[in-house]
Nanobody, 115 residues
């Protein structure tokens, strides 16, 4: 079955960095676009980035352009979200997502930006 397991979240100071990982299994990873979403308290889940099958990526949220980079390693079935220059507003639960026969979600990893 499809499994997505995020890791790498935690506490960071404003201006700091974190690297999230999402380990995937149960589907043909290299043939599927992967997505990163986030959900801040009291807000709707928003799309942060998408990573195309061969590693091209697109930042969707204007608020992360120039700060976040998404990538993937098809040999490791893992997708990454490199986050730099973190802002307070980046505090959220970050989710990995793939759309196979239906959307699948990981359990999420909490990112808290606080001084």
């Amino acid at each position: 079955q499809v499994q997505l397991v995020e890791s790498g979240g935690g506490l960071a100071q404003p201006g700091g960095s974190l690297r999230l990982s999402c380990a995937a299994s149960g589907f043909d990873f290299s043939s599927n676009t992967m997505y990163w979403y986030r959900q801040a308290p009291g807000k709707e889940r928003e799309l942060v980035a998408m990573v195309l099958t061969q590693g091209g990526f697109t930042h969707v949220a204007d608020s992360v352009k120039g700060r976040f980079t998404a990538s993937r390693d098809n040999a490791k079935n893992t997708v990454y979200l490199e986050m730099r220059s973190l802002h307070y507003e980046d505090t959220a639960v970050y989710y990995c997502n793939v759309k196979v026969d239906r959307p699948y979600w990981g359990q999420g990893t909490q990112v808290t930006v606080s001084s």
